[in-house]
C-alpha cells in the first residue's frame, strides 16, 4: 500500500496506516443541470483561504420553535470542519439549509464561493450523507454507490466502472456484488460514504455518519476517513455528538448553543496531521477537549433544563 492507494485495512484498528484520503455521501440531483457544474478540483491549494461558504445572520423557525438564530460561520476550501452541540440545537436544520432542502428566515446571508446564494442555489452543489446510510435494499454495492451518479444522468456502465475502481480504498473489493443485509454496519457505511464522494461536490455533509458503530469500529472509520480526506482534500462539514471524535478529525471544531442553536465557540485544532491513533492520551488533545467539553456541558445543562427532561 502506498499513498496513493489506501485501502481499508485492519491496520486502521491499531492506528499504522500513515496515508491519506477523503470521503462521501449522498444528495439531492433536482437542478443539478441547472447550475454551473460544480467545481471538482480539490480548493484547498487552489483557492488559499477565500470562504467556500459564509453564513451570516442565519436563523431559522418552525412556527413557534426557533431552531437557529443569528447563527454565523465560515468553511474555508479543504476544510475539516466537525459540529458538536446538545440534541435538538439545529446541526441537522443547519445541515438542510447547506443541503438547500429549507431555505432560512428572510435577513441572512449566505455566500457560496464570494457570491450571495439562496439554499435553494446550493442544491445539487453539496453532497450529504444522513444519520442513515439509505441504502436501497435490492441494490448491490456497486449499484447502491453509483446511485447519485446515475441520477445525474451518467450511463450505469461508466458510472460502475469508476466505482469498481474505488472500491479498495473503501474496503469493499470483492463485495460488489453483496447486498446490504449482507454487510456489517461499518461496511454500510463505507458504501454511503462511496456514494457521497463518487458525487463530486463542492461540500459534503456528513450527520453523524459513525454514530451507530460500535466503540471499535467506529475509532477505525475515523482513521480511514482521515487518510481517505488527506488524500482528497474534499470540504466536509462533520456533525457528531463525539467530542473525542470531532477532536480527532477536525481542523476546526464548531460548538453550538442550545436551541436556538448558533455558534457558541470555535475552537480551531492545531494538532499535527497525519493524526496517529495515540494523539488522543496527547496533554494537547485532552486540554482542547477539556475546552470543548466545558462549553458543551453548559449548553446541554441549558437544553435539558428547558426540555424538561
Ligand atoms: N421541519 C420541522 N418542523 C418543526 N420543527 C422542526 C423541524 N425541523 C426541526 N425542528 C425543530 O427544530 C429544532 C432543531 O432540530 P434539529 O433536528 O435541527 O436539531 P439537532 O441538533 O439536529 O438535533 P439532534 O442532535 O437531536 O439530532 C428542534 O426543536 C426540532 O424539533
Not at 485495512?9 to 441547472?34: F, H, I, M
Not at 483557492?47 to 468553511?75: C, H, Q, W, Y
Not at 496533554?283 to 456541558?297: C, M, N, S, V
Amino acid at each position: 500500500m502506498t499513498d496513493m492507494s489506501i485501502a481499508w485495512s485492519e491496520d486502521y484498528a491499531w492506528g499504522l496506516n500513515p496515508g491519506a484520503r477523503g470521503l462521501a455521501g449522498l444528495l439531492r440531483p433536482v437542478k443539478t443541470k441547472a447550475l454551473a457544474a460544480p467545481a471538482v478540483e480539490p480548493a484547498w491549494t487552489a483557492s488559499g483561504d477565500k470562504p467556500l461558504i459564509e453564513l451570516r445572520k442565519v436563523s431559522k423557525s418552525f412556527g413557534p420553535v426557533m431552531a437557529l438564530e443569528n447563527l454565523e460561520a465560515t468553511i474555508l476550501p479543504g476544510e475539516l470542519v466537525t459540529v458538536v452541540g446538545p440534541s435538538g440545537c439545529g446541526k441537522s436544520t443547519l445541515f438542510n439549509i447547506l443541503a438547500g432542502l429549507e431555505e432560512p428566515d428572510p435577513g441572512n446571508i449566505l455566500r457560496f464561493r464570494g457570491k450571495s446564494s439562496t439554499a435553494s442555489e446550493l442544491l445539487g452543489r453539496i453532497s450529504f450523507m444522513p444519520q442513515r446510510d439509505l441504502l436501497l435494499p435490492w441494490r448491490n454495492v456497486i449499484d447502491n454507490a453509483i446511485l447519485a451518479l446515475e441520477i445525474e444522468g451518467m450511463p450505469r456502465a461508466q458510472a460502475r466502472a469508476e466505482a469498481l475502481k474505488m472500491l479498495p480504498e473503501f474496503g469493499l473489493a470483492g463485495f460488489e456484488k453483496q447486498y446490504p443485509n449482507q454487510l456489517s454496519g461499518g461496511m454500510r457505511q463505507r458504501v454511503a460514504l462511496m456514494r457521497t464522494f463518487l458525487f463530486k461536490r463542492d461540500l459534503m455533509l456528513l450527520d453523524e455518519p459513525f454514530g451507530a458503530l460500535d466503540a471499535l469500529t467506529r475509532t477505525m472509520m475515523q482513521r480511514w476517513l482521515l487518510d481517505v480526506w488527506q488524500k482528497h482534500r474534499r470540504t466536509v462539514l462533520f456533525i457528531t455528538h463525539d467530542v473525542d471524535e470531532a477532536i480527532f478529525l477536525g481542523d476546526r471544531v464548531l460548538v453550538m448553543t442550545a436551541r436556538p442553536g448558533k455558534v457558541k465557540l470555535e475552537q480551531k485544532i492545531d494538532l499535527p496531521r497525519p493524526r496517529k491513533a495515540d494523539i488522543v492520551t496527547s496533554p494537547e488533545f485532552i486540554g482542547l477537549k477539556k475546552t470543548l467539553l466545558d462549553a458543551i456541558e453548559e449548553e446541554s445543562m441549558k437544553s435539558f433544563m428547558t426540555s424538561g427532561h
